[in-house]
Protein backbone atom coordinates (compact mmCIF):
# COMPACT_ATOMS: atom_id res chain seq x y z
CA UNK A 1 0.00 0.00 0.00
CA UNK A 2 1.36 3.31 -1.14
CA UNK A 3 0.79 6.58 0.39
CA UNK A 4 -0.74 7.62 -3.01
CA UNK A 5 -4.50 6.52 -3.24
CA UNK A 6 -7.56 7.50 -4.86
CA UNK A 7 -10.64 8.72 -3.20
CA UNK A 8 -13.20 6.10 -2.03
CA UNK A 9 -16.06 6.27 -4.20
CA UNK A 10 -17.19 2.79 -3.40
CA UNK A 11 -18.35 1.67 0.19
CA UNK A 12 -19.21 -2.13 0.69
CA UNK A 13 -21.80 -2.65 3.68
CA UNK A 14 -21.49 -6.10 5.24
CA UNK A 15 -24.34 -6.76 7.31
CA UNK A 16 -27.42 -5.04 7.27
CA UNK A 17 -28.63 -5.32 10.00
CA UNK A 18 -29.79 -1.53 12.11
CA UNK A 19 -26.08 -0.50 12.00
CA UNK A 20 -25.26 -1.71 8.55
CA UNK A 21 -28.06 0.08 6.98
CA UNK A 22 -27.97 3.22 9.00
CA UNK A 23 -24.63 3.40 7.53
CA UNK A 24 -25.30 2.66 3.86
CA UNK A 25 -27.47 5.24 3.83
CA UNK A 26 -24.94 7.80 5.54
CA UNK A 27 -22.73 6.56 2.45
CA UNK A 28 -25.40 7.17 -0.04
CA UNK A 29 -25.99 10.91 1.04
CA UNK A 30 -22.52 11.55 0.24
CA UNK A 31 -23.11 10.52 -2.94
CA UNK A 32 -21.09 7.63 -2.64
CA UNK A 33 -21.47 3.73 -4.31
CA UNK A 34 -22.80 1.31 -1.62
CA UNK A 35 -22.71 -2.41 -2.06
CA UNK A 36 -24.18 -3.96 0.33
CA UNK A 37 -24.47 -7.97 1.79
CA UNK A 38 -26.44 -9.81 4.00
CA UNK A 39 -26.85 -13.52 3.76
CA UNK A 40 -30.14 -13.20 5.71
CA UNK A 41 -33.70 -14.05 3.73
CA UNK A 42 -34.95 -10.96 2.76
CA UNK A 43 -32.44 -8.80 3.86
CA UNK A 44 -32.25 -7.16 0.40
CA UNK A 45 -35.47 -5.35 0.98
CA UNK A 46 -35.49 -4.70 4.31
CA UNK A 47 -32.11 -2.39 3.76
CA UNK A 48 -33.14 -0.76 1.07
CA UNK A 49 -36.52 0.14 3.04
CA UNK A 50 -34.38 1.44 5.77
CA UNK A 51 -32.65 3.57 3.25
CA UNK A 52 -35.79 5.02 1.86
CA UNK A 53 -37.05 5.59 5.72
CA UNK A 54 -34.10 7.51 6.76
CA UNK A 55 -33.69 9.33 3.15
CA UNK A 56 -36.05 12.80 4.48
CA UNK A 57 -34.07 12.94 7.39
CA UNK A 58 -30.76 12.87 5.29
CA UNK A 59 -32.74 15.44 2.83
CA UNK A 60 -33.25 17.67 5.31
CA UNK A 61 -29.82 17.51 6.48
CA UNK A 62 -28.39 18.22 3.32
CA UNK A 63 -27.68 15.72 0.55
CA UNK A 64 -23.66 15.49 -1.50
CA UNK A 65 -24.07 15.95 -5.63
CA UNK A 66 -25.09 12.56 -6.74
CA UNK A 67 -26.37 11.37 -3.89
CA UNK A 68 -29.48 8.49 -4.53
CA UNK A 69 -30.72 5.58 -3.37
CA UNK A 70 -30.94 4.44 -6.64
CA UNK A 71 -27.02 3.96 -6.07
CA UNK A 72 -27.52 1.33 -3.70
CA UNK A 73 -26.59 -2.18 -5.02
CA UNK A 74 -27.24 -5.73 -3.12
CA UNK A 75 -25.32 -8.90 -3.44
CA UNK A 76 -25.78 -12.03 -1.13
CA UNK A 77 -22.22 -13.25 -1.63
CA UNK A 78 -19.53 -11.28 0.52
CA UNK A 79 -16.44 -11.75 -1.59
CA UNK A 80 -18.22 -10.05 -4.68
CA UNK A 81 -19.16 -7.12 -2.67
CA UNK A 82 -15.97 -6.09 -1.25
CA UNK A 83 -13.90 -7.12 -4.48
CA UNK A 84 -14.46 -3.37 -6.08
CA UNK A 85 -15.18 -1.42 -3.13
CA UNK A 86 -12.55 1.23 -2.02
CA UNK A 87 -13.49 1.10 1.58
CA UNK A 88 -15.47 -1.93 3.68
CA UNK A 89 -17.25 -1.51 6.73
CA UNK A 90 -18.61 -4.51 8.23
CA UNK A 91 -21.49 -4.77 10.52
CA UNK A 92 -22.16 -8.09 11.39
CA UNK A 93 -23.44 -10.19 14.56
CA UNK A 94 -21.46 -8.90 17.83
CA UNK A 95 -19.02 -12.47 18.14
CA UNK A 96 -15.71 -12.84 17.79
CA UNK A 97 -15.97 -16.50 15.80
CA UNK A 98 -18.15 -14.82 13.11
CA UNK A 99 -16.16 -11.58 12.83
CA UNK A 100 -12.80 -13.78 12.58
CA UNK A 101 -14.57 -16.25 9.91
CA UNK A 102 -15.77 -13.39 7.91
CA UNK A 103 -12.95 -11.22 8.33
CA UNK A 104 -10.69 -14.10 6.91
CA UNK A 105 -12.57 -14.13 3.56
CA UNK A 106 -13.21 -10.40 3.62
CA UNK A 107 -9.62 -9.88 3.41
CA UNK A 108 -8.82 -12.73 0.40
CA UNK A 109 -11.66 -11.11 -1.84
CA UNK A 110 -10.76 -7.01 -1.20
CA UNK A 111 -7.97 -5.17 -2.87
CA UNK A 112 -4.92 -5.02 -1.53
CA UNK A 113 -5.48 -1.38 -0.75
CA UNK A 114 -8.83 -1.49 0.51
CA UNK A 115 -9.54 -0.54 4.41
CA UNK A 116 -11.69 -3.02 6.23
CA UNK A 117 -13.38 -1.64 9.15
CA UNK A 118 -15.59 -3.00 11.90
CA UNK A 119 -18.31 -1.55 13.02
CA UNK A 120 -17.78 -3.47 16.53
CA UNK A 121 -19.05 -2.04 19.58
CA UNK A 122 -16.71 -3.23 22.05
CA UNK A 123 -14.14 -6.48 19.90
CA UNK A 124 -10.67 -5.67 19.47
CA UNK A 125 -8.93 -5.64 16.12
CA UNK A 126 -6.44 -7.32 16.97
CA UNK A 127 -8.59 -10.51 17.64
CA UNK A 128 -11.13 -10.30 14.81
CA UNK A 129 -8.13 -9.67 12.56
CA UNK A 130 -6.47 -13.39 13.69
CA UNK A 131 -7.24 -15.42 10.65
CA UNK A 132 -6.93 -12.26 8.12
CA UNK A 133 -3.90 -14.36 6.28
CA UNK A 134 -3.20 -11.11 3.17
CA UNK A 135 -3.51 -8.18 4.88
CA UNK A 136 -4.23 -8.01 8.14
CA UNK A 137 -2.50 -4.75 8.67
CA UNK A 138 -5.58 -2.76 7.13
CA UNK A 139 -8.17 -4.07 9.32
CA UNK A 140 -9.22 -2.21 12.07
CA UNK A 141 -12.33 -0.73 14.04
CA UNK A 142 -14.52 1.77 12.63
CA UNK A 143 -17.08 2.08 15.36
CA UNK A 144 -19.95 4.03 15.07
CA UNK A 145 -22.57 5.66 17.33
CA UNK A 146 -26.25 4.88 16.85
CA UNK A 147 -28.15 6.00 14.46
CA UNK A 148 -24.80 6.50 12.39
CA UNK A 149 -26.72 8.18 9.72
CA UNK A 150 -26.91 10.84 12.21
CA UNK A 151 -24.55 10.97 14.82
CA UNK A 152 -20.71 12.24 13.57
CA UNK A 153 -18.77 10.25 16.29
CA UNK A 154 -16.61 7.44 14.67
CA UNK A 155 -14.70 5.56 16.98
CA UNK A 156 -11.21 3.91 14.93
CA UNK A 157 -9.36 1.62 16.67
CA UNK A 158 -6.27 -0.07 15.26
CA UNK A 159 -4.99 -3.49 16.53
CA UNK A 160 -1.71 -5.30 16.96
CA UNK A 161 -0.66 -5.49 13.60
CA UNK A 162 -3.08 -2.51 11.85
CA UNK A 163 -0.41 0.12 9.77
CA UNK A 164 -1.06 3.68 10.17
CA UNK A 165 -1.30 4.02 6.53
CA UNK A 166 -4.68 2.04 7.40
CA UNK A 167 -5.42 4.34 10.11
CA UNK A 168 -4.71 7.35 8.60
CA UNK A 169 -6.78 6.46 5.87
CA UNK A 170 -9.95 5.21 7.76
CA UNK A 171 -9.37 8.90 10.12
CA UNK A 172 -9.78 10.59 6.62
CA UNK A 173 -12.84 8.75 4.80
CA UNK A 174 -14.54 9.55 7.89
CA UNK A 175 -13.68 13.01 8.37
CA UNK A 176 -14.41 13.33 4.04
CA UNK A 177 -18.16 11.75 4.58
CA UNK A 178 -18.94 14.45 7.54
CA UNK A 179 -18.00 12.04 11.10
CA UNK A 180 -15.80 12.92 13.54
CA UNK A 181 -13.09 10.29 13.79
CA UNK A 182 -11.34 10.27 17.29
CA UNK A 183 -8.58 7.43 17.41
CA UNK A 184 -8.75 5.38 20.25
CA UNK A 185 -4.91 4.39 21.23
CA UNK A 186 -5.09 1.47 22.94
CA UNK A 187 -7.66 -1.43 22.88
CA UNK A 188 -9.93 -2.09 25.58
CA UNK A 189 -13.39 -3.63 25.31
CA UNK A 190 -15.59 -0.95 24.53
CA UNK A 191 -13.38 1.40 23.21
CA UNK A 192 -14.15 4.62 25.21
CA UNK A 193 -17.66 5.80 24.15
CA UNK A 194 -19.50 2.54 25.45
CA UNK A 195 -17.39 2.91 28.21
CA UNK A 196 -18.58 5.98 29.79
CA UNK A 197 -21.91 4.90 28.75
CA UNK A 198 -21.50 1.52 30.84
CA UNK A 199 -20.45 3.81 33.97
CA UNK A 200 -23.32 5.86 33.83
CA UNK A 201 -25.67 2.59 33.44
CA UNK A 202 -23.76 1.10 36.38
CA UNK A 203 -24.98 3.60 38.47
CA UNK A 204 -27.98 4.09 37.02
CA UNK A 205 -29.29 0.68 37.54
CA UNK A 206 -27.87 0.48 41.25
CA UNK A 207 -30.01 3.53 41.79
CA UNK A 208 -33.28 1.88 40.73
CA UNK A 209 -32.14 -1.76 42.03
CA UNK A 210 -31.43 0.47 45.89
CA UNK A 211 -34.73 1.99 45.52
CA UNK A 212 -33.68 5.45 45.35
CA UNK A 213 -34.78 6.37 41.89
CA UNK A 214 -37.61 5.41 38.98
CA UNK A 215 -36.70 4.72 35.51
CA UNK A 216 -38.03 7.45 34.57
CA UNK A 217 -36.45 9.93 37.59
CA UNK A 218 -33.51 8.70 36.51
CA UNK A 219 -34.07 9.32 32.90
CA UNK A 220 -35.62 12.65 33.88
CA UNK A 221 -32.43 13.59 35.52
CA UNK A 222 -30.30 12.74 32.59
CA UNK A 223 -32.02 14.26 29.81
CA UNK A 224 -33.47 17.76 31.90
CA UNK A 225 -30.03 17.95 33.52
CA UNK A 226 -26.36 17.52 32.35
CA UNK A 227 -27.60 15.67 29.30
CA UNK A 228 -28.69 19.08 27.73
CA UNK A 229 -24.88 20.11 28.69
CA UNK A 230 -23.25 16.93 27.52
CA UNK A 231 -25.30 17.50 23.91
CA UNK A 232 -23.41 20.74 23.46
CA UNK A 233 -20.01 20.28 25.59
CA UNK A 234 -18.24 17.38 26.35
CA UNK A 235 -17.41 16.25 30.17
CA UNK A 236 -14.27 18.40 30.69
CA UNK A 237 -15.41 21.33 28.82
CA UNK A 238 -18.28 21.82 30.78
CA UNK A 239 -16.06 21.06 34.34
CA UNK A 240 -14.35 23.93 32.68
CA UNK A 241 -17.15 26.30 32.72
CA UNK A 242 -18.28 25.08 36.08
CA UNK A 243 -15.04 26.49 37.65
CA UNK A 244 -15.39 29.93 36.89
CA UNK A 245 -12.77 32.16 36.04
CA UNK A 246 -10.18 29.55 38.16
CA UNK A 247 -12.01 26.80 35.31
CA UNK A 248 -11.24 22.87 35.63
CA UNK A 249 -8.39 23.56 37.90
CA UNK A 250 -10.72 25.11 40.76
CA UNK A 251 -12.57 22.71 40.17
CA UNK A 252 -10.51 20.01 40.37
CA UNK A 253 -8.94 21.98 43.61
CA UNK A 254 -12.51 22.49 45.29
CA UNK A 255 -14.59 19.78 44.16
CA UNK A 256 -12.14 17.21 43.61
CA UNK A 257 -12.11 15.28 47.52
CA UNK A 258 -16.06 14.92 47.38
CA UNK A 259 -16.17 14.29 44.07
CA UNK A 260 -13.71 10.96 45.27
CA UNK A 261 -16.17 10.15 48.08
CA UNK A 262 -18.82 10.21 45.84
CA UNK A 263 -16.79 7.69 43.37
CA UNK A 264 -16.16 5.11 46.62
CA UNK A 265 -20.30 5.05 47.52
CA UNK A 266 -20.69 4.72 43.49
CA UNK A 267 -22.78 1.06 43.38
CA UNK A 268 -21.82 -2.57 41.85
CA UNK A 269 -25.05 -3.88 40.76
CA UNK A 270 -25.71 -6.96 39.05
CA UNK A 271 -28.21 -8.03 36.26
CA UNK A 272 -30.39 -10.10 38.29
CA UNK A 273 -33.51 -11.28 36.59
CA UNK A 274 -35.40 -9.03 39.42
CA UNK A 275 -33.32 -5.88 38.34
CA UNK A 276 -33.78 -6.78 34.60
CA UNK A 277 -37.92 -6.80 35.11
CA UNK A 278 -37.61 -3.55 37.03
CA UNK A 279 -35.77 -1.83 34.24
CA UNK A 280 -38.30 -2.99 31.57
CA UNK A 281 -41.10 -2.41 33.23
CA UNK A 282 -39.87 0.90 34.24
CA UNK A 283 -39.01 1.87 30.52
CA UNK A 284 -42.72 0.55 29.94
CA UNK A 285 -43.94 3.06 32.04
CA UNK A 286 -42.29 5.74 31.33
CA UNK A 287 -42.70 5.63 27.29
CA UNK A 288 -47.02 4.76 28.25
CA UNK A 289 -47.80 3.02 24.77
CA UNK A 290 -45.42 5.32 22.23
CA UNK A 291 -43.33 2.37 20.25
CA UNK A 292 -39.87 2.18 19.60
CA UNK A 293 -40.15 3.36 16.00
CA UNK A 294 -42.51 6.68 17.32
CA UNK A 295 -39.55 7.52 20.08
CA UNK A 296 -37.05 6.70 17.21
CA UNK A 297 -38.50 9.47 14.48
CA UNK A 298 -38.89 12.20 17.40
CA UNK A 299 -35.41 11.37 18.28
CA UNK A 300 -34.01 11.50 15.22
CA UNK A 301 -35.75 15.12 14.11
CA UNK A 302 -34.16 16.66 17.03
CA UNK A 303 -30.72 14.93 16.76
CA UNK A 304 -31.04 16.93 13.45
CA UNK A 305 -31.57 19.86 14.35
CA UNK A 306 -29.68 20.28 17.04
CA UNK A 307 -26.79 18.97 14.79
CA UNK A 308 -27.49 22.19 12.97
CA UNK A 309 -27.29 24.68 15.54
CA UNK A 310 -24.22 23.11 16.84
CA UNK A 311 -22.60 23.52 13.47
CA UNK A 312 -23.75 27.22 13.53
CA UNK A 313 -22.31 27.85 16.86
CA UNK A 314 -18.89 26.59 15.81
CA UNK A 315 -18.39 24.33 19.05
CA UNK A 316 -15.92 21.91 19.47
Not at 38 to 44: N, Q, T, V
Not at 79 to 107: I, M, N, Y
Not at 276 to 305: C, P
Amino acid sequence: MNGTREPVRRVAIVGTGVIGASWAAHFLARGLEVVATDPSPGAEDRVRADVVAHWPTLTRAGLAEGASPDRLAFTSDPETAVADADFVQESGPEREDVKRALFAVLDAAARPDTVIASSSSGLAATAIARDCAVRPERVLIGHPFNPPHLIPLVEVVPGERTGEHAVSRAMAFYAAVGKRPILVRRELPGHIANRLQAALWREAYSLVDRGVATVRDIDTAIAYGPGLRWALLGPFANQHLSGGPGGIAHVLEHLGPPTEAWWRDLGDPSLTPDLAAKLVAGVDDMLDGMTVDELASRRDALLHALLVLKAEAGLP
